[in-house]
């Protein structure tokens, strides 16, 4: 794996690796939801939404560290324009507010036993876990929120209403997908998102063709009333 460094306080931080997921399956499950998220807080310059990205908890070392798949923290400094290739929580002031994991066959182990307790000490509110393969989790999908006590406790039911995303989490024909009760859809996939900008280039392209026509009109009924001859309406 190759490394990304960051040096702050003398301390060279990893910032990442060249993430290679377990399958395409994974390669695409994580591709559509980091742009699903992505885009659906574009307009908040508090919340970063990071994938391939670690996440470190104590400044005092390079290996107090976990890489979760995809994460969403809300109430960060707000850094328009800056590209973060970590996140240090002790500068942010705030964990991870959300992870999802995409469990795969060498991850089930770390995802199930040794990751929750680290993200429940961090204080991380919502904890994912998606089985793309359907092979090692039953259900596929699986949800944790943090109690009081600081404790992850399950969820029950196929799908998942996630108060901190405002969003639902739910399989959908064997992909994890989020979707918006708000608008009453599902934030598209990259497909679908061109299929919508296509559209409506389509749609403005037919609006601009009928002003233009509209316009020509009025210049014809302009042309035709200015050439009537006097006395005639």
């Known amino acids: 794996m190759v490394q990304t460094q960051v040096q702050t306080s003398q301390i060279d931080y990893p910032a990442g690796d060249d993430l290679i997921m377990e399958t395409n399956q994974h390669s695409r499950q994580f591709a559509y939801l980091m742009d699903a998220l992505t885009g659906f807080f574009e307009d908040r310059p508090d919340v970063f939404v990071g994938g391939n990205t670690f996440v470190y908890y104590k400044e005092d070392g390079q290996t107090k560290f ?102 639902r989490l739910l399989v959908r024909d064997g992909r994890l997908r989020l979707f918006n009760p708000v608008t009453g859809a599902f934030l598209p ?13 389509q749609e403005h392209a037919a609006l601009r063709a009928a002003e233009a026509e509209i316009a020509r009109l009025r210049a014809e009924i302009e042309r035709l009333h200015g050439s009537s001859l006097p006395g005639e309406d």
């Open 66 to 167: 976990l890489g979760p798949d995809l994460f969403v923290a809300l109430g960060v400094r707000p850094q328009p324009g800056v590209e973060w290739s970590l996140y240090r929580i002790w500068e942010e002031g705030v964990p991870p507010t959300v992870i999802i994991e995409l469990t795969s066959e060498s991850t089930k182990k770390v995802d199930t036993d040794e990751k929750p307790i680290k993200y429940a000490k961090w204080g991380v509110r919502e904890y994912y876990l998606f089985d793309l393969l359907g092979t090692m989790l039953d259900p596929v999908l699986q949800g944790y929120r943090l109690n009081a006590a600081g404790q992850y406790e399950p969820l029950s039911g196929g799908e998942f209403d996630s108060p901190a995303l405002g969003l």
């Open 189 to 201: 996939t990259a497909r679908e998102s061109m299929a919508i900008q296509a559209a409506l280039e």
